[in-house]
Structure formats: C-alpha cells, structure tokens
C-alpha cells in the first residue's frame, strides 16, 4: 500500500522560512507528478506547487519567487522550501502524487497533510 507523509510543518513569525518533505513508503514504480496543495480555514483547496518527473515546476501566484519545489527521484520524496512567508501562507499543506504502484496501477495518492502557521 502506497503511503505519502508530510512534515516539517510548524509555526514560524513572518519572513521565516520553513523546508516540508514528502516522503513516500510502500512498493513504487514509477512517480509522475508531486504537487503540494494548501487549504486554509474556509478557504478552497489551492494549488501550491507541481514538479514532473523531469523536473518541470509550476507554482501558484501567490507563492511565486517565495515558494522552491524540488524532488529526489531516487527517494522517491519531493521537499517545498518556503522562504519569506506571510500570515496569510497559513494553511495545511499537502502532498499529492501521480503513482504507479505494484499492486493498483496508476493512481493519484494524498498525505495527511502537515499545518503551518505564519503569525505577524
């Protein structure tokens, strides 16, 4: 069973910077895409940060020239290292993945997510 775990959450005072990883576990072929999605309190799930697996990046516009995705495809684990943040970057951070997994195929994978929170 394949498994997606955040950390490196926590709470930081604005212009900190914080570094999350993804880490994954169980038997995996191959990884397309890994995205990190946030969700603040009554707010929609918005997109953070997309990297393929030939390291293409795409970010949100609230988060572009502050936000770094990366990945280690030997570790099968991307990494979000979040620079200058603001209150308003608060939210629960997730990871999403594009997985070929040994047993199911192709499939889309979720973490738990890990909180973040920015104060002023």
């Known amino acids: 069973q394949v498994q997606l775990v955040e950390s490196g959450g926590g709470s930081v005072q604005a212009g900190g910077s914080l570094r999350l990883s993804c880490t994954t576990a169980?038997?995996?072929?191959?990884?397309?895409?890994m995205e990190w999605y946030r969700q603040a309190p009554g707010k929609e799930r918005e997109l953070v940060a997309r990297?393929?697996?030939?390291?293409?990046?795409v970010y949100g516009d609230s988060v572009k020239g502050r936000f770094s995705i990366s990945r280690d495809n030997a570790k099968n684990t991307a990494y979000l290292q979040m620079n200058a943040l603001k209150p308003e970057d608060t939210a629960v951070y997730s990871c999403?993945?594009?997985?070929?997994?040994?047993?199911?195929?192709?499939?889309?994978?979720w973490g738990q997510g890990t909180r973040v929170t920015v104060s002023s």
């Open positions: 169980g038997s995996i072929f191959e990884i397309k895409i």
């Open positions: 999403s993945a594009n997985i070929r997994a040994a047993v199911n195929g192709w499939g889309v994978y």
């Open positions: 990297i393929t697996s030939a390291g293409s990046r």
